[in-house]
């Protein structure tokens, strides 16, 4: 025996009395697919390997055998991990894993042997939850859905309250063998040891990453889409509504002291919308008041209302207020004498800061004056007090006016996918000009907030819409029908979208022919791209 192997195998013993407690010790050496587990052979489907002096030791494998948990390689420098691939089978470096594991290593000089000791296990608790599971199939293609059939169970009968998965994917889109862990924890707080099953993935693929997603995400979840930036946008063909009005009401957005926000007469159908915040010392509410213009009387009735009052967060204000309209019922008709003020609208008290968003179709068989104001809390809304308010200057940023064609009808017909219908960027999707007029200034309706858009999109067989934010933060919702399923959709179902590259699934069609409805929300950002996918049976 050379002194070099003795030295190794010296060290061996004294590694195996200082640690004969460790739960199990693997023995591995470079080129050779034999090892031993706590000195019973196994074998290894792909050996390790000697690259650059270092040990790269199968993954997968090795986690198995020495019965550890699933790590990521993803987290650390590759200059400490090493990772390579070896006939599809992902190899790290030994002292990487041993270290990442909290492992003991021993080393031969020539760094060709390993002796991997893993920490001791902890006493078993007879009380704790025991988790368990296996894969549906034995085998995967890379991009097919792997279920897992879960049967942990709870020794004492105890809900199984948290589920802790390692490891697991919907999908693997690269040949070779995953390693997927589960922890359980009970009702009672108690957590199980580790459980750790290998998924083999091998084959054809049957879907890339962006088909995968496009046939499994859930309704009204986003998916990682990297080119959906670089799609063609589509042609609609647009009609407008010039006899439905919009009067728009969001500058001064913030006003800080009382006056008039936004006046203009309208006759038949308009859609009112108010969006401010208040900028007084002291709480304060906002108003729309309508008065007669008409020698007789005048039936006004609220054909559509969605509000949201208060609220200091932006993106709410205009969700809710859309989820409202959207859901709601036509009003009541009141008949307003000739001459007569009546207040259409009271927001709730709004304390500094706070805000309202409002979004209401009238509709009038006589022309009407719309006043949009703001008063301090307990300065009652009388024909005296409104009279001696002042019409608020624009603030510069935000916009107000009246502008024709509330709604926009708009025909898609799909053809090549995937495409985008844009909304709101001002190339593809015009803004709608119109007129302050309270000073007689033009105005352009940047993002056209408040228009309500009326989609009808033939060839929609097999094809999946999904919503790509463009211009920042978006919160808003959708009204669709397809043959005879219909949906109300909170966009997203929570939080806010962000990420153009992240687009939130909408609708898998079930028809030859899709129509939607949409409004741009208020506090959102604008442009949005509505994207549209074949689906590949």
């Known amino acids: 025996m050379s002194a070099r192997s003795r030295s190794f195998f010296l060290s061996l013993l004294l590694f195996f009395i200082g640690f004969a407690s460790a ?67 992902l190899h790290v470096d030994v002292r990487w894993l041993a270290s990442k594991t909290g492992s003991t290593l021993v080393l031969s000089t020539d760094g060709r042997n390993a002796t991997l000791s893993t920490p001791q296990a902890p006493a078993l608790d007879p009380g704790a939850p025991q988790a368990r599971f296996a894969p549906e199939k034995t085998v995967y293609a890379p991009g097919e859905k792997i279920n897992m059939v879960d049967y942990s169970f709870d ?65 009204s979840e986003p998916f990682a889409d990297p080119l959906v930036l670089n799609y063609p946008s589509l042609t609609a063909r647009s009609t407008v509504e010039a006899n439905f009005p919009l009067l728009f009401s969001d500058s001064p957005e913030k006003p800080t002291s009382a006056g008039v926000l936004y006046r203009d007469s309208v006759v038949g159908r308009a859609r009112l919308l108010a969006y401010h915040v208040n900028g007084l010392a002291s709480a304060a509410r906002v108003y729309v ?29 205009g969700q ?31 304390t500094p800061g706070s805000g309202v968003s409002l979004l209401q179709d009238v509709e009038s068989d006589g022309r009407i004056e719309v006043s949009f104001v703001i008063l301090p809390e307990g300065v009652a809304s009388t024909p005296e007090a409104l009279a001696s308010l002042v019409a608020l200057p624009l603030d ?87 043959g005879p399923a219909s949906a109300l959709m909170r966009v997203p179902r929570s939080g806010v979208l962000t990420k153009p590259d992240v687009p939130l699934l909408l609708w898998r069609t079930q028809t030859e022919r899709l129509n939607f409805s949409f409004v741009p929300a208020n506090g959102s950002n604008l442009p949005v791209s509505l994207v549209f996918y074949r689906l590949n049976r």
Do not use: C
């Open 396 to 482: 510069g940023v935000h916009q107000r006016g009246t502008f024709p064609g509330a709604v926009r009808r708009l025909q898609v017909a799909l053809g090549a996918l995937p495409a985008r219908l844009n909304i709101g960027d001002g190339q593809h999707d015009q803004a709608i000009p119109g007129v302050d007029a309270l000073t007689g200034t033009p105005m352009r309706l940047a993002g056209n907030y408040g228009v309500l858009y009326e989609v009808e999109v033939t060839g929609a067989a097999n094809t999946v819409m999904a919503l790509s934010p463009r211009g920042g933060g978006y919160r808003g919702a959708l009204q669709l029908f397809d």
């Open 23 to 89: 739960s199990r010790q693997l023995i591995l050496a470079a080129d050779n697919p034999n090892a031993t587990v706590n000195g019973q052979p196994r074998v290894l489907n792909s050996p390790p390997r000697l690259q650059g002096g270092r040990l790269l030791v199968p993954l997968v494998e090795t986690l198995t055998l020495a019965g550890l948990p699933a790590v990521s390689v993803h987290d650390a420098p590759l200059e400490e991990t090493r990772a390579s691939s070896f006939n599809g089978a």
């Open 155 to 219: 020794p004492d009968g105890q809900t199984i309250s948290k589920r802790t998965w390692t490891g697991r994917q919907d999908a693997f889109f690269t040949p070779g063998e995953y390693l997927v862990s589960l922890q359980v924890t009970n009702a009672q707080g108690k957590v199980s040891a580790p459980f750790s099953r290998m998924v083999r993935v091998q084959g054809a693929p049957v879907a890339t990453p962006l088909e995968f997603s496009l046939r499994h995400t859930p309704l």
């Open 289 to 317: 008041v309508i008065r007669n213009l008409e020698g007789r009387a005048v039936r006004v009735r609220t054909l559509r209302f969605g509000e949201t009052a208060p609220s200091r967060v932006e993106g709410t204000l």
């Open 320 to 350: 809710v207020a859309l989820m409202d309209f959207f859901t709601s019922q036509e009003g009541a008709a009141q008949l307003l004498p000739a001459g007569q003020l009546a207040v259409l609208y009271a927001s709730p008290r709004l």
